[in-house]
Each structure stands twice: as C-alpha cells, then as structure tokens.
C-alpha cells in the first residue's frame, strides 16, 4: 500500500496566521490527493479534490498544491472555524486508497 | 441535499458479525458515477478506507479485510449494509458512510454520514 505521512503532527497556530501543512507519499500518486477537515465528535469534510480543485463551498482561503509525492495544504488566514484535524488522502487507481496520519491544528 | 445515517448495534461480542446500514435521502445509490462506501475510524487514530459498492453492483474491498467485509444495497430501500465478520477489539471504531467520486480505488469521498460508535467488546 501507499503509506502517506503528514507533517507537523500538530501545529499551533494563531488567528490571522498563514498555515501550511505537508503530506508525503511514499511513490508517486500524479495528483490524485484529497484533503479533508474534521472537526471533534464530526465525519470529516472534503476541502480539495485532485490536489488542487476546491470542493464547491469551500472558503478560498484553503487551496493545495503539488503532484508526484509531495503536496501541501495552505490556509492563507487562519480563521476561528479552521481550528480541526486535517487528512490527506490518496487515491491511485493503482492501490487500496490510503489516508494520511492527521494534523491538528490548535490555537497558539 | 443529500444526506447519509448510520444505523446499527453499538456493542459486539467479540468474533460475532458487525452490521451496520446507510439510509441516504436527497439522492438515489441508483445514480452513476458514485460509489457508496464505508470508512472506520479507531478512537483518537486515522481513517481507514474499508470497502464500496457501486450502482452496477461491483464491490470492492480493502484487501487487507475482504475477507471478512461484504457490503450490499438494497436500492428499492436506498440503503446500503456492512457486514464485518469475526471481530476483534481492533475492529472498535467510528464507522463512517460515505458517497465517493470515481471508481474502485480511484475515490474521493464528498459526503460523509455522522458516523457511529461501534466497540467490540465482551
């Protein structure tokens, strides 16, 4: 399986603030990335498809980059409801779709 | 607006049969070009990807579990069933429904149902 590793694993952060969140896969997915915020107690919420599509209402404020192995996810001004876990998730129709570890976003 | 809901037992005995079903309204599993999938996830841990099913009927499973998943629907209810057989306590887990984008393990899912708790304990 395609092993997918996100960093930080938690990243303190303040209102306002530029964030920027990494998601590695172990072989090269083209751009078939997604990215997901959850919320405690919540099903998570698709943000962006095809590393870099925004999902229909989805503030603009998110937006993703990257192709291969490499992807970042960037908030450009951290906002109150943005504090949560975020997911990368692949899915290459080569191999079982595989998400990765998380990274929480927590008030600095 | 489409909406999907878990139902099902919350507690299982260990090495009997988890059985869950999605109810989904504002929409038909009868649609093409989605799946209707199941997604876990253990307390305080990730996501795990664990199987969908398709409007033609197609299934496809994490390999890792297929042996032990089969999920079916039932579109004159608009439903669709998990069924995970010989649990451990490692099968405890939020169980999520979900309606994904694309095909077998090429998906991304865009709506998700509220989840539900189900531990596997004696």
């Known amino acids: 399986d395609i092993q997918m590793t996100q960093s930080p694993s938690t990243l303190s952060a303040s209102v306002g603030d530029r964030v920027t969140i990494t998601c590695r896969a172990s072989?090269?997915?083209?751009?078939?990335l997604a990215w997901y915020q959850q919320k405690p107690g919540k099903a998570p919420k698709l943000l962006i498809y095809r590393a870099s599509s925004l999902e229909t209402g989805v503030p603009s404020r998110f937006s993703g980059t990257g192709s291969g192995t490499e992807f970042t996810l960037t908030i450009s001004s951290l906002q109150p409801d943005d504090f949560a876990t975020y997911f990368c998730?692949?899915?290459?129709?080569?191999?079982?779709?595989?998400f990765g570890g998380g990274t929480k976003v927590e008030i600095k | 607006q489409l909406q999907l809901k878990e139902s099902g037992s919350g507690l299982v005995k260990p090495s009997q049969t988890l059985s869950l079903t999605c109810a989904v309204s504002g929409g038909s599993i009868s649609s093409g070009g989605y799946s209707w999938s199941w997604v876990r996830q253990p307390p305080g841990k990730g996501l795990e990807w664990i199987g969908s099913i398709y409007q033609s009927g197609d299934t496809h499973y994490k390999p890792s579990l297929k042996s032990r998943v089969t999920i079916s629907a039932d579109r004159s209810k608009n439903l669709f069933s998990l069924n995970l057989t010989s649990t451990t306590a490692a099968d405890t887990a939020v169980y999520f429904c979900?309606?994904?984008?694309?095909?077998?393990?090429?998906?991304?899912?865009?709506?998700w149902g509220q989840g539900i708790l189900v531990s596997v304990s004696s």
């Open positions: 998730q692949q899915y290459n129709s080569y191999s079982p779709l595989t």
């Open positions: 979900a309606r994904a984008s694309g095909y077998a393990y090429a998906i991304y899912f865009d709506h």
């Open positions: 072989q090269s997915i083209n751009n078939w």
